[in-house]
Nanobody
Framework: QVQLVESGGGLVQAGGSLRLSCAAS????????MGWYRQAPGKQRKWVAA???????SYADSVKGRFTISRDNAKSTVYLQMNSLKPEDTAVYYC?????????WGQGTQVTVSS
């Protein structure tokens, strides 16, 4: 079983930066992919970025060139560096892991970008 805990959210002005962290624990060796999703008020949860166990990264078009996903295997942590933030980036950000037995979600962290 895998557990995920996000941190790093907060309030930032447009154009600013934040770094989110997702610390994994439990059976982390089974994780194939880790990713970030976000959910704005009244909207569906949407995929933001992902990184495979081999280090391959992918991004939604809306964040490409502004967000960077990375991982520190020694710390069992995945990061989402968010630069040039826009008000439309405001959402609760969720970490997700995918392993053979299923999918795990973190509790979410709020990111608010003021104009």
């Amino acid at each position: 079983q895998v557990q995920l805990v996000e941190s790093g959210g907060g309030l930032v002005q447009a154009g600013g930066s934040l770094r989110l962290s997702c610390a994994a624990s439990g059976n982390i060796a089974s994780i194939n992919v880790m990713g970030w999703y976000r959910q704005a008020p009244g909207k569906q949860r949407k995929w933001v970025a992902a990184i495979t166990s081999g280090g391959t990264t992918s991004y939604a078009d809306s964040v490409k060139g502004r967000f960077t996903i990375s991982r520190d295997n020694a710390k069992s942590t995945v990061y989402l560096q968010m630069n040039s933030l826009k008000p439309e980036d405001t959402a609760v950000y969720y970490c997700q892991s995918i392993q053979p037995v299923g999918t795990t979600w973190g509790q979410g962290t709020q990111v608010t970008v003021s104009s």
